[in-house]
């Protein structure tokens, strides 16, 4: 007998959000565990839980609602209460506990929630839906990307990817729809395009660079000018990022210029994993760290040949510090050591050289997505491409691609203010800034 469960609660709601990714964990393993979620407004959320709680005589005064279907039509169901009351009867008959990170992803979904287009995607009857253009959709990097865009890693309900090549890969992006039709990712759908109108209505479009013209930067740009709905992010992640992002941006003069922006993360990484490496040299194997506990790195200047900057970066889980959160400046671990200073760039650079990177290019744009998606976390800071205002700072001028420091909260990112450039780092971005490295979006 299926078992049929109803969460109801506003979108902004953490606490719904948990209760939702918790009966996700159980729709994946039981195949007749059901669930309906109810997602309201935040203003309508009172109004519209008096009137269903004095329909069916229940006292419930908090979100999320929850309760169990006996079947159809206007039946009340049993009353089963709110997110602490789901997840005790969930433990007591199926043995499923909380995943114990479900109230950081919870947090996730509700920052997720109170963006625009999503907030006003809020119905009765289905979870949070989210639209990516994927273009092309036979890249390399975007086939690596799929399993990153599973709804729950981005706080949703549930993620349209509208899969978009030239007319003549139709038969290898029919391969692609095919693998994902095999995996059976819950809370997944794809359709095809081969026109670019298929940017219209789309939330967010990823786009990773062709040789085909009809998918050109520009032609994508032209696509999105023409579109009666434009995106909320435009991402351009493709192997000539400098070049496209200002061809495609130039096609949609309308497209705010905050929309549009390049992931940097990939940069990041590199300098991470490399510090992490340098700094367990000073420390027991068995305190080892990896690039996850390094925090703060900064990529500056053009998204083409980054500056990385690590003055300002801190390293957790270090040395058996106990709890492993306290923050350590990651000069005063390595001291003297002129890496700092010039080794890092130079490794990072020879990494980025490599061949085959599409799963670590894949997974920074996951990344990318994410911040803009759910934010960064207090005292985080994420380095994107970007174009530059008078407001930037640090010697830039307006209205180039240049890569920055931002903190994000609800979309909407903000170039971090107040930090001290060493004289190295300062010369350097200078002298992108003069030799015209740092390229004018808009002419």
């Not at 693998?179 to 298929?198: F, I, M, P, R, Y």
Request: with cysteine.
């Amino acid at each position: 007998m299926a078992a049929n469960f109803v969460i109801a609660g506003p979108a902004s709601c953490s606490a719904t959000a948990k209760a939702e990714l918790l009966a996700d964990t159980l729709k994946l393993s039981l195949p007749n565990f059901k669930v309906k979620t109810i997602f309201l407004e935040d203003a309508k959320w009172a109004e519209w839980l008096e009137t269903t709680c004095k329909k069916w005589d229940w006292k419930h005064a908090s979100s999320p609602l929850v309760w169990r279907e006996l079947g159809e039509g206007n039946t009340a169901g049993t009353y089963v209460g709110g997110e602490r009351e789901f997840a005790k009867l969930v433990e007591q008959y199926y043995g499923v506990k909380p995943d114990p990170d479900a109230d950081i992803a919870a947090r996730v979904a509700a920052n997720v929630a109170a963006l625009p287009f999503v907030r006003a995607r809020a119905w009765e009857g289905e979870g949070r839906m989210l639209t990516i253009a994927l273009i092309p959709a036979t890249a390399p990097a975007t086939y690596a990307l799929l399993p990153h865009l599973l709804p729950p890693l981005l706080g949703l309900g549930g993620v349209h990817l509208r899969l978009l090549d030239g007319p003549s890969r139709a038969d290898p992006v029919h391969g692609v729809v095919m693998e994902l039709e095999d995996c059976a990712l819950a809370g997944v759908t794809q359709s095809t395009h081969v026109d670019l109108t298929a940017v219209d209505g789309s939330d967010v479009v990823i786009y990773l660079g062709s040789t085909e013209e009809s998918l050109s930067a520009a032609a994508v740009g032209g696509a999105i000018e023409a579109a009666a709905k434009k995106p909320v992010h435009v991402i351009v992640a493709s192997a000539s990022p400098v070049d496209d992002f200002i061809a495609l941006v130039r096609a949609a003069p309308s497209l705010p210029k905050a929309a549009a922006t390049v992931p940097m993360v990939l940069q990041e990484n590199r300098a991470r994993h490399l510090i992490a490496a340098r700094l367990n040299q000073r420390v027991d194997v068995a305190q080892q760290i990896n690039g996850t506990a390094v925090h703060n790195v900064v990529v500056w200047g053009s998204p083409a040949s980054g500056i990385v900057d690590i003055v300002h970066a801190h390293v957790v889980q270090y040395g058996g510090i106990v709890g492993g959160e306290e923050k350590i400046p990651v000069l005063a671990c390595l001291r003297d050591d002129e890496y700092a200073l010039t080794g890092v760039q130079t490794d990072a650079a020879a990494r980025a050289a490599r061949p085959g990177n599409a799963a670590s290019h894949a997974a920074s744009i996951a990344r990318h997505l994410r911040f803009l998606l759910c934010g960064t976390a207090e005292g985080e800071c994420v380095s994107m491409g970007l174009v530059t205002t008078a407001e930037s700072g640090y010697g830039l001028p307006a209205g180039v691609l240049a890569s920055m420091p931002v903190t994000v909260l609800n979309g909407t990112w903000t170039v971090v203010q107040g930090l001290q450039l060493s004289a190295h780092i300062q010369q350097k971005l200078n002298a992108q800034a003069l030799d015209g490295v740092l390229q004018h979006v808009v002419v």
